[in-house]
């Protein structure tokens, strides 16, 4: 039993992301997404990181989020099955070229209303829509036309996406959040900016450059909302986990404190609402110059965040010394040096609950603003039994010590308004493509290649889940 309440009105929930989980990727108008692009294995990791051979899906290709796990027509005995677990929130996000298929141009009615009837068959389960405005899926037009985020083009066109949806959803949605994982586009700059480089190019200068943007983008959508949507609440989302230094090595220690900084950036901007001090320094260091315009930093100051959305799979451990670098492995694709006193998952993914709670406390005392958990999860290959079960114990062990520990930081006084754990559902790995790294309470039967009969089946966690919930997260088992 946990010793820990958590507020009667905490959002606990799960996550889902619109290209992982929809599938019916050019019906009901939509327009191709960049993610439409990723195929499966070694190629995806290489395009999402800027080398993209072809703005066409190829012919001889197999493209995850093309089928994903048909939530488009099936979300309806989907969410049936989440309101049967109890939740209060689901995390969606809405595919910008479902709303404005080329990325600009008039808006398509029927992509609008796929969303209005998504959320009013959350409301009929007393389920909260928190909806994501950017989840990796820039339209390839986009892409095409202006060369994804590095063009200054994208800040009004996501403005007026923004607007679109703020004014169509101001009776449905109070919970939003602009740019997934902004960070990410400094590690997958094609999934999280839709950049494509090109030989020689200044590859940080396009980043940064393409960062400022969706910055002054995101505070636009901040302003917007806030002009829009009564009482509405509008979040950054950050991909986080704590850097460790390996030694107490000064030079480890200013290292981890940098890398924390690398992604720290962001939010500061978003929630601080100027461009920091070091990050100016970094900017002379490494020669880039940030076109900015006037008045951006005026929109960045007054448009900031009201919580700090984030995903926690791992903590990260940095070391200068290039012997311990040569054992390195990962945390939600960032790199990061094996820690000895940590397990890791099949993926490679390290698994330090008490970092949950450390990232939870750094991100608080940094920002003094409520946070959202938003994503969490553990990824397992999941085997279904003869009887037709799956006993996810794995699952349940790393959610219930996450839990546990998200708990202590409440009584650490850390606010959060809720818990979205990523993947309610099996859906397409965002890193891998893999059907088979799955996260869901709820089995789909459907594999890497796209084979199945997408049936969805009750694992042992679904139940579990359904108990933490029903007991305001006191239990949560032996
Ligand atoms: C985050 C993304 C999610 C989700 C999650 C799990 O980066 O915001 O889209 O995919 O990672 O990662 P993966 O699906 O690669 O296991």
């Given at each position: 039993m946990s010793s820990f309440i958590f507020p009667k009105d905490f959002l606990w929930g799960g996550a889902l992301a619109a290209n992982q989980a929809?599938?019916?990727?050019?019906?009901?108008g939509k327009g191709l997404s960049l993610v439409d692009l990723l195929p499966t294995g070694e190629k995806r990791m290489s395009i999402m990181k800027g080398n993209v051979p072809s703005l066409t899906p190829l012919e001889s290709e197999f493209y995850p989020s093309h089928g994903a796990i048909d939530f488009y027509h099936q979300y309806r005995e989907d969410i049936a099955l989440f309101a049967e677990m109890g939740f209060k929130a689901l995390r969606v996000s809405i595919a910008w070229a479902r709303i404005f298929p080329t990325g600009e141009d008039a808006p398509n009615e029927a992509g609008l209303q796929f969303y209005d009837d998504l959320f009013d068959e959350l409301h009929k389960h007393g389920i909260q829509p928190v909806v994501t405005l950017a989840h990796f899926d820039v339209p390839v037009d986009l892409v095409e036309k202006y060369g994804g985020w590095r063009s200054r083009k994208l800040v009004n066109l996501f403005e007026t996406y923004a607007k679109t949806v703020f004014a169509r959803y101001k009776d449905k949605v109070k919970y939003w959040m602009t740019f997934n994982e902004i960070n990410m586009l400094l590690h997958l700059p094609f999934l999280g900016a839709g950049l494509v480089f090109q030989e020689g190019e200044n590859v940080k200068q396009i980043q940064y450059q393409a960062a400022h943007h969706q910055l002054v983008a995101s505070a636009l959508a901040v302003k917007a909302g806030h002009e829009i949507i009564p009482d509405v609440q509008i979040g950054c989302m950050l991909a986080a986990g704590s850097f460790y230094p390996y030694t107490c090595n000064p030079e480890d220690v200013y290292q981890g404190m940098e890398k924390d900084r690398e992604s720290y950036f962001f939010i500061d901007v978003q929630s601080r609402g100027e461009y920091p001090g070091y990050a100016k320094r970094f900017f002379k260091d490494h020669g880039l110059n940030i076109e900015m315009e006037p008045g951006d930093a005026d929109i960045l100051k007054n448009h900031t965040v009201d919580y700090i959305g984030f995903s926690y799979y791992s903590s990260r451990t940095t070391s200068t010394d290039p012997e311990v670098v040569k054992n390195m492995t990962s945390g939600n694709v960032f790199g990061s040096v094996s820690n000895p006193y940590l397990d890791k998952s099949d993926w490679g993914w390290t698994i330090d609950p008490k970092g949950f709670r450390i990232t939870a406390n750094q991100l608080h005392d940094r920002y003094q603003k409520p946070l959202f958990v938003v994503e969490n999860g553990f990824g397992a290959n999941d085997v279904v039994t003869p009887e037709g079960e799956v006993n996810d114990d794995y699952r349940i062990d790393y959610l219930k010590r996450h839990i546990a520990e998200m708990g202590e930081a409440l009584q650490d006084g850390v606010e959060i308004i809720g818990y979205t754990s990523w993947g309610p559902i099996d859906i397409v790995s965002a890193s891998s493509g893999e059907m088979k790294k799955r996260y869901g309470y709820i089995y789909v039967d459907r594999d890497n290649e796209g084979n199945g009969s997408l049936k969805r089946i009750k694992k042992k966690s679904f139940h579990w889940y359904k108990n933490v919930i029903q007991s305001d997260g006191e239990n949560l088992g032996e």
């Open positions: 929809e599938g019916a990727y050019l019906e009901g």
